[in-house]
């Protein structure tokens, strides 16, 4: 469990460089984690991401969910990458499962409602990034979203109020 746990560790020191390729070789082979935590899955999924390895990073994500199925995280990372491959359907089935786990979790509303927004429900779209906006502390990229989608649905005074906000919202904006 110590070597494990320095594993651990040192994943974690190559990420924060975005040594992706060294988080991988820290870890080892999927196989040699089973079971043990999903942290050490979460960074496997994260280095294969950052090597723009959606693919990948989706089966690491659901080796962690094997060994944590409640960590709304491990959800929204599953659901990205299956939206990065263009499975919007089970994209959508993992946003929704980690909102059964933390249903004001912005940053899955926020992804749930882009994909609602791609298989053209605008209005269930609009009401994600609005709960999105409600969740999150710094919703910048909810709003812009939410203006995205009044603008499609010809709502252009309200995409434009949406986008106002969000750029209020970024820090040190000055609207002037």
Same mark, same amino acid.
Do not use: C
């Given at each position: 469990?110590?070597?494990?746990?320095?594993? =651990?560790?040192? *994943?974690?020191?190559? @990420?924060?460089?975005?040594n992706? +390729? /060294?988080?991988?070789?820290? %870890? !080892?082979?999927?196989?040699?984690?089973?079971?043990?935590?999903?942290?050490?899955?979460?960074?496997?999924?994260?280095?294969?991401?950052?090597?723009?390895?959606?693919?990948?990073?989706? =089966?690491?994500? *659901?080796?962690g969910? @094997?060994i944590?199925?409640?960590? +709304? /995280?491990?959800?929204?990372? %599953? !659901?990205n990458?299956?939206?990065?491959?263009?499975?919007?359907a089970?994209?959508?089935?993992s946003?929704?499962?980690?909102?059964?786990?933390?249903?004001?979790?912005?940053?899955?509303?926020?992804?749930?409602?882009?994909?609602? @927004?791609?298989?053209?429900?605008?209005?269930?779209?609009?009401d994600f990034?609005?709960?999105?906006?409600?969740a999150?502390?710094?919703?910048?990229?909810?709003?812009?979203?939410?203006?995205?989608?009044?603008?499609?649905?010809?709502?252009?005074?309200?995409?434009v109020?949406?986008?106002?906000?969000g750029? @209020?919202?970024?820090e040190?904006?000055?609207?002037r």
């Amino acid at each position: 469990m110590i070597q494990f746990d320095s594993r =651990v560790v040192e *994943a974690r020191l190559a @990420a924060a460089r975005s040594n992706w +390729p /060294g988080v991988l070789e820290v %870890l !080892g082979t999927t196989s040699a984690l089973s079971g043990v935590d999903e942290q050490a899955h979460l960074l496997e999924a994260r280095a294969h991401e950052g090597m723009d390895q959606p693919e990948k990073a989706a =089966v690491a994500y *659901a080796a962690g969910l @094997a060994i944590h199925p409640h960590s +709304p /995280g491990l959800w929204l990372g %599953l !659901g990205n990458a299956q939206r990065r491959t263009a499975q919007l359907a089970a994209a959508e089935e993992s946003f929704r499962n980690g909102l059964k786990y933390d249903p004001r979790d912005g940053r899955i509303l926020n992804n749930l409602g882009s994909v609602r @927004a791609a298989l053209g429900d605008l209005e269930q779209a609009t009401d994600f990034f609005r709960r999105a906006i409600d969740a999150e502390a710094t919703p910048v990229d909810a709003f812009g979203n939410l203006s995205t989608a009044y603008r499609r649905s010809g709502r252009l005074d309200e995409a434009v109020e949406a986008a106002t906000l969000g750029l @209020a919202e970024r820090e040190g904006a000055d609207l002037r």
